[in-house]
């Protein structure tokens, strides 16, 4: 990540489907002792469509192995267990663990039972877009006024905002810049 925000929206994505909050993960990029990670540049903010599926994949293998420690924890058969909302409960029962607890539960060790890897075949994606400038040039000082800017752009399914707003933000800025 250079700027693309992957820490919050990584985040937000794995804990929606964990059901954990987003303060609750952590990213850990270009980490040595971790997994050797391979990307291929974020080339037009596609990051989160190439990794979304991956992350996805990974928290569902996350929630599979906590099902077998929670099962464990509540002295029950792993078939019983369901995982909603961030709790693993007991079918047709008030009783249950969060994944929280399972993970404080199971900490202390080099690895953890949870850790999990997600891969799924890089994607490549072609969205549109159109971004219109009208702009005024002073024929006698060459001076240029942006008089305003129109950006339509093929966004999809908005995880997060403001970073979608700030990217947009950031990549007219960019435009203008290279253009003037």
């Known amino acids: 990540s250079h700027g693309q925000s992957h820490e919050t ?7 929606d489907a964990m059901g954990v909050t987003p303060e609750s993960v952590q990213l850990r990029q270009g980490d040595p002792d971790g997994p050797q990670l391979m990307g291929a540049g974020t080339i037009g903010s596609r990051s989160t469509q190439a990794a979304a599926a991956a992350l996805k994949v990974a928290a569902d293998e996350v929630i599979r192995k906590g099902t077998e420690l929670a099962a464990g924890m509540l002295e029950t ?8 909302e ?17 993970i404080r539960k199971h900490a202390g060790g080099v690895t953890h039972p949870l850790d999990s890897m997600g891969e799924v075949p890089t994607i490549r994606t072609f969205p549109s877009g159109a971004h219109i400038a009208e702009v005024e040039i002073d024929p006698d000082t060459g001076r240029v006024r942006v008089a305003s800017i129109t950006s339509v752009d093929d966004i999809g399914r908005i995880i997060n905002l403001p970073i979608v707003e700030g990217q947009i933000h950031g990549g007219v800025a960019q435009g203008v810049g290279q253009a003037l």
């Open 9 to 15: 929206v990584y985040a937000d994505l794995v804990a």
């Open 77 to 84: 058969a792993v078939a019983d267990v369901e995982f909603r």
């Open 86 to 102: 961030g709790q693993y409960v007991i079918k047709g029962t008030d009783r249950k663990v969060s994944m929280q607890e399972v």
